[in-house]
């Protein structure tokens, strides 16, 4: 159902503090907290005596203390203190997970621990360049399968029609695409020549006249999304223009709700509160547009879900990237299935 051995986005690091945060990460219940050095802790939500969440206890120096009998558990899952009994079972102990904070989030990985390679984080560099401005929207909870996330991702002709008076423009959908699939990536090229600015590209760009512009995507698994777009005036490849990218990490709750973590940088005026204001806000509400549409899909989905969909040539991308994600799970499958040897 999943991809385990991934990393994925479990909060903001400015969600994550002493206090617990509960989140549910892959259908798994998931308590993070931060020592006292500042280190994020991932810990599983469920107390193993009485199964309470241990989100609903207290952080006790670097320990997260259970609210019901008030079992002690370090960073590490173990138990360390049971009021009342000297002695600890070794099987009192939780799942510990790593994290890591990158790009201001906490990543968090759900599979095999001695497989959680750094690098495996993509490198979204944009997030801190001081050359780049970014910003960092809370996450919004999407009531859909986070596949439907990339599915919108990947296809840009909706902008014509969900976002017509914001970053759309017929010219979009009339532009073919070019996709490339590669070992772990899902790439859609479109550009767009001597044409009407969208919108909020106006607004952003204060363009004069027509614009050649660029909307393209490069996706990895399991849902990983950069969207470079912008436009520069026609003709002039040094002219004025607006540039920037749309990272997105929809990380699944369960299988029919996501938590959709994004944030926006670019690459020109920096201290225009016009343009910023562009990027914190109305933004925002292009990303809403596309929540609207997608919780729409998924009831739709839920209430048929054997309902036939047919394809069209704007699905050639999602339609890849989900091959490529379904083809990591059964691998991934494969190997647990695999005996150890001898």
């Given amino acids: ?18 206090a617990p945060l509960a989140r549910t ?32 206890g207290v952080v006790i120096d670097d320990d997260l203390r259970c609210g019901y009998h008030g079992l002690r558990y370090a960073a590490d899952g173990a138990c360390i203190d049971v009021p009342g009994q000297s002695s600890i ?9 790593p994290v890591l904070e990158r790009w201001n989030w906490i990543w968090i990985w759900m599979g095999d621990p001695v497989r959680a390679d750094p690098g495996l984080i ?3 560099w944009w997030c801190d360049h001081p050359q780049w401005r970014c910003s960092q929207p809370d996450m919004i909870h999407v009531k859909c399968h986070y596949q439907l996330i990339a599915d919108n991702v990947l296809d840009g002709t909706h902008l014509a029609y969900v976002h017509s008076t914001t ?28 044409r009407p600015p969208p919108p909020l590209y106006q607004l952003a760009g204060n363009f004069t006249g027509n614009v050649d512009r660029w909307a393209n995507v490069e996706h990895a698994p399991p849902c990983y999304s950069v969207n470079f777009a912008g436009c520069v005036e026609a003709g002039k490849s040094n002219g004025k223009r607006v540039e920037l990218v749309a990272l997105s990490a929809p990380t699944p709750e369960t ?17 225009d509160p016009v ?10 509400d292009v990303f809403r547009e596309d929540v609207a549409v997608l919780e729409a899909q998924q009831r739709m989905m839920t209430l048929k879900p054997g309902a036939r969909q047919v394809n069209i040539a704007v699905d050639v991308a999602s339609l890849a990237a989900r091959r490529l994600l379904e083809g ?11 005996p150890p040897t001898a």
């Fill in 122 to 124: 993509p490198n979204w």
């Fill in 255 to 271: 299988l029919s709700t996501t938590h959709y973590f994004f944030a926006f940088s670019r690459a020109f005026a920096h201290d």
């Fill in 328 to 338: 990591m799970i059964a691998a991934e499958q494969q190997r647990r299935d695999v």
């Fill in 275 to 284: 343009v910023e204001d562009i990027f914190t806000r109305r933004f925002v």
């Fill in 89 to 97: 079972p070794a099987e009192l102990r939780v799942r510990s997970f």
């Fill in 167 to 194: 970053i759309g423009a017929d010219s979009i959908a009339a532009a073919p695409p070019k996709t490339e699939r590669k070992d772990h990536l899902v790439r859609v090229t479109r550009w767009i020549a001597d």
């Fill in 25 to 56: 990460i892959l259908g798994e219940s998931v308590v993070l907290y931060r020592k006292h050095d500042g280190t994020a802790v991932a810990l599983e939500d469920r107390c193993c005596h009485r199964q309470l969440p241990l989100s609903m």
């Fill in 1 to 18: 159902m999943f991809l385990q051995n991934a990393w994925y986005v479990a909060a903001w690091n400015r969600e994550v503090g002493r």
